[in-house]
Structures are given as C-alpha cells and as structure tokens.
C-alpha cells in the first residue's frame, strides 16, 4: 500500500477531550490533533503517498449532521477523488449510530475507496477489511436482515393474497385500492391479440412488427414494439387470472449491479390461482406458451458450431454480428444481418469462406515475394527510442519522490503552511499523473512494436500451418478456431442493389 492518493482525516475522541481538559488542568498543553497529524504525515512519507486533503474535525458528534468535515469527505469520497483516507485508528471514522456507519461503509465499499491506518489498511472490498470495519455495525445489519425479511414476508403474504404489489400493473390491467388487478379493457384487447397471432402461428417479431405497423402505442408509448415485450406479455400468468410472486429473483452483486438467479428460493414464490379477473383463458395461456416451446431453438451448451465465423464476421452497415442459419429446404447455409431495418443481403456460407481463404493464401504468397523488404533494423531503432523515453520518465518520477519529501520537511519545520503544502503537493501529483499516462502510452508504443516485429518473423510460417490445418480440420469449431488463431475480424457488406449473387465485399483484419 504505497504511492496512492490519500486524504487523511482527523478527529478527536471523548478521549482525547477528556485527556485534553486533564492536561489543561495541570498546566500543560495536549493537542490531540497536531499530535495525530505529525503522526499521519509521517506514515505519508514513509509510503510515498500524495496527501490531497487534510480534513480536521473538532467535534466529537455522532452523527454525521453534526460533523461538517465528514460530510465534506464523504462527497469527494463518493466523486472518487482519493484511493484511501488515512487515520489513526478506525473508530476515528465514526462510533455514532448504525445507520450513519452504514453510510460511511457504503461510501468507501462503492467508490473502492481502502482505509488506511499507521499499521494497518481495510478494503471493504475483501472479506477481511469488510469483516474487520464492519465488526462494530453487526448488530445493526442483523436488525437491518429482519427488517428486510419481514418485509418480504409481507410481500409473499400479499401475493399470496392477491394482490399485486408490483410498482406498475402489467400492460391490460390497473389496480384498484386494494392492490387488486382489474381488467383495462382497450389494452387487454391487445392483449388478447397477440396471443391470438402467437397461437396461428407468428413469432414474437413478427407481432412486434404488426404491431407497430397497426400504430398501436407499446407499454412504454413508445411508436415501435419490441420482441422482448411481447415475449413478456405471452410468458407472464397474471394475464390468465393467477396472482405470482418471485418468479424473477436478482442477486445483488458487490458493484452494485443485479443479476438473475440462476436457482430460485422457493421459499420466496407465491402464486394465488384465480385471483382475479383473466384476459385470456387458461387454456389459450397453455397454448401460448407451447407455441413459443415449439418456435424457440433448444439452448444447448453441447450443440456443435454452426458458423464458420462465430465471433469473428460483422455487418459493415450497422456493426453488428452476421448469423447463420442453414434451413432444410436450402442445400447450403447461408449468413444473414438479423438486424431490423438493415438491408444487407445474405449470402451463401461456402462463398465467403472460400474468399477468406483465397485472401490468406495471396497474403501469404505476397509475404514470400517480399520477404526481403522487412526492415527488422528500423523496428530496433524505433524500440532504443521508446525505451530511453520510458527511463527517462522513471528518473522524473524518482526526482519528484525526493521533492516529496522535502515538502514534509518545510511543513514540519513552519516553512510551509498546510494551504502551500497541499498546494505543492497537488501539483506533484498532477504531474505525476501526466508522468504515468506517458508511461502508459510508451508502454503500449513498445509493445505494438515488439508484437509488429515479431509478426514479421511469425506470420509467414503462421499462415503456413493456419491453411494447412484448416483444409484438415474435422469440424466446424475447429475451423473457427484456426481462423481466430489469425483473423480479428471481417466486415461484410453485400447492398440490396447487388441482384450478382457472387457480388459482395469483405475487409479482413488481422490480429496484431
């Protein structure tokens, strides 16, 4: 834990209060906080971190209302300013109430922000700094977990109850003031129409499609319908009368974002059947959801590859990745843009790979006649250069290590106050800054040269081996393999103007 900007933050205790007024009362002077200052900067230029902040409190409150300092801390720690506070004990960042030391916590958990001691640090976001801080606060995330547990009883026993204690009603009904759904019935016609359209037969795009074209408004009242809401409107039980609960759950994640669980507690599921008024019949439900059975591709992790360039080919009109399909009532798969409104064409599967392989082969043929023309010494000269800038950085950087510590010293000795010691300290860390976005960008500088150079000497006996395996590869998946052992991309264009059905283009790129 060395070389990080810091803040560090000071407190005073009832201790120290109490130890203040006892030395007043003999005479003598004890500041609490010049004493723990002189202690914290020491331990900053033991480690070689950059102070940014000094924050000094001379209340000792409890709550974070009552101590301006802390509030202040807390804004620029949740702005990211600072990679640890520093202090000389952990309880100095707070002994109040529970909830406030809940804030504190979550303020450094989210902004990854470490605490750092005279003999020790905690990362909130590792099991033992986040035991260790939290130690004091058990007792709170306890009665915390119960309320949230009767909470969710409560919701489990409303449910169950049927009513639907969802934030919005679903599309076709509203709620009365007892929390139960009643029928709307302008949108439950829509309701019943799509699954009407899924029972003949069409797919959630194509009634997605109809939709909109019928200028009917979405849930969202957005013009244009989408696919994924009308696949929730099919699969969701509510609309054939049953009250459920729970049949989504999310597990929060430590960046605060959610994610689905894989295996549901079924504790936390309740379904009431006939719970209020249906749009569609039970049995139209039950057909619904066969329809989509039937029109859904199983999702089978074992199933073989099926597209030559999975992960490697790209629309070049709307970026997104080309699909395969390859159709009984077709002799040949072919590729498609499944993307709405882009009028790329498809093509037949056989012809592209035969062009990515006839470009390989003319690489390799154009390598062989110009081998010669490497210049191996001008990637040498250009490394020298690159590799006396990065040093001479570094010895930049060790300068200012030794300013760093002359500022502790003109601050220690009254030169400086601790306006112009952070003043000159921020400046140092500036430049420092600059110093590591330089080193960053001749680092990458260094190694697109290191990689060009060896590329010359790789790719020829590369290509070599790609194309002699790939004309004896087994299956599809090993294909794709060797072409990423080489390609980083292709981008396929083929415009609907193009009637030649040999007629299209394909840029090929490389891995670096």
């Known amino acids: 834990m060395q070389g990080m900007n810091i803040a560090i933050y000071l407190r005073k205790s009832r201790a120290d209060v109490e130890e203040e007024m006892k030395a007043a009362e003999r005479g003598e002077t004890y500041d609490t906080l010049g004493k723990h200052r002189r202690e914290l900067l020491e331990v900053a230029r033991r480690d070689g971190h950059n102070v940014l902040a000094i924050y000094e ?244 992790k074992s199933t073989d590859l099926v597209n030559v360039f999975a992960g490697l080919i790209k629309c070049k009109k709307c970026g997104r990745a080309i699909n395969v399909h390859n159709p009984k009532s077709r002799p040949h798969a072919y590729l498609y843009c499944s993307t709405k409104d882009c009028d790329t064409k498809m093509i037949n599967v056989d012809k592209v790979e035969h062009e990515v392989i006839v470009h390989l082969e003319q690489m390799l043929e154009r390598i062989q006649l110009r081998e010669q023309d490497f210049d191996f010494a001008q990637d040498t000269s250009e490394q020298e250069n690159v590799i006396e800038k990065i040093h001479e950085i570094e010895r930049e950087i060790e300068k200012d290590a030794d300013r760093r510590n002359n500022l502790h010293d003109l601050l220690e000795s009254g030169v400086y106050t601790k306006e112009v010691f952070l003043e000159r300290m921020h400046t140092l860390q500036e430049r420092g800054q600059g110093y590591e976005r330089n080193l960053k960008m001749l680092r990458e500088q260094l190694h697109r040269i290191e990689e060009r150079a060896k590329q010359k000497k790789d790719i020829k006996p590369l290509l070599i081996s790609v194309l002699d395996a790939y004309k004896n590869a087994p299956t599809i998946a090993d294909k794709n393999k060797i072409l990423k052992q080489v390609i980083s991309r292709i981008e396929y264009r083929r415009d609907k103007a193009w009637k030649n059905p040999n007629e299209f283009e394909l840029d090929i790129y490389l891995l670096e």
């Open 57 to 300: 409190e001379v209340v000792s409150g409890e709550y974070i209302s009552e101590r301006k300092e802390m509030q202040r801390m807390l804004h620029d720690i949740e702005n990211r300013k600072y990679d640890a506070i520093l202090v000389i004990a952990i309880d100095r960042l707070g002994r109040g109430d529970k909830m406030e030391q809940g804030r504190i916590e979550r303020a450094l958990k989210q902004s990854e922000t470490i605490v750092l001691t005279p003999d020790k640090y905690y990362d909130l976001n590792h099991d033992n700094g986040e035991f260790d801080v939290e130690v004091n606060s058990f007792l709170s995330r306890m009665e915390y977990r119960q309320i949230k547990k009767r909470l969710q009883d409560g919701r489990i026993r409303s449910s169950a109850a049927g009513r639907d204690i969802g934030k919005k009603a679903p599309y076709g009904y509203r709620k009365d003031e007892n929390l139960k759904l009643v029928v709307h019935e302008e949108e439950a016609e829509v309701v019943r129409k799509i699954y009407r359209l899924c029972n003949e037969g069409y797919g959630r795009v194509q009634i997605a499609q109809m939709l909109s074209d019928e200028g009917i408004p979405s849930p969202s009242g957005l013009e244009n319908w989408v696919h994924a809401t009308v696949l929730r409107i099919l699969k969701n039980p509510k609309y054939k009368g049953d009250m459920v609960f729970g049949r989504h759950q999310f597990r929060k994640m430590e960046d605060g974002t959610y994610r689905p669980r894989v295996k549901l507690d079924t504790k936390r599921i309740a379904y009431a059947a006939g719970s209020h008024e249906p749009i569609v019949e039970p049995e139209v439900w039950l057909q619904a959801q066969d329809s989509i059975k039937k029109r859904t591709p199983p999702t089978n």
